[in-house]
């Protein structure tokens, strides 16, 4: 089974930039897709962004398009997300997860992942 640790996350102006990593055990990281997803308090966890086994193909939320970029290094077992132009609304804990299914899929659905990290906290300032 496969294990995440997040880490990167703090405390940043509007406007500033942050790069979370999430480091992963086991020798098939390559294996799955992965996607960031993020908790604001009281509200559901929502999909961030998805990148495919090969890192060929990404996929983002609307809210962060053009903003946050996601990438892999399968050779470091280690997920990215590079997150720029923060916003106060982007404020919330943020989870690396995996999608251990065989198949080709890159789901944006909650429920379709079922390795997940303890989360690390992103505090944007206004």
């Known amino acids: 089974q496969v294990l995440l640790v997040e880490s990167g996350g703090g405390l940043v102006q509007a406007g500033g930039s942050l790069r979370l990593s999430c480091a992963a055990s086991?020798?098939?990281?390559?294996?799955?897709?992965m996607g960031w997803f993020r908790q604001a308090p009281g509200q559901e966890r929502v999909f961030v962004a998805v990148i495919s086994r090969s890192g060929g193909s990404t996929y983002y939320a609307d809210s962060v398009k053009e903003r946050f970029t996601i990438s892999r290094d399968n050779a470091q077992h280690t997920l990215y997300l590079q997150m720029n132009s923060l916003k106060p609304e982007d404020t919330a804990v943020y989870y690396c997860a995996a999608d251990t299914v065989p198949s080709l899929r890159v789901s944006d659905r909650v429920e379709d992942y079922d390795v997940w990290g303890q989360g690390t906290q992103v505090t944007v300032s206004s």
């Open positions: 086991g020798r098939t990281f390559s294996s799955y897709a």
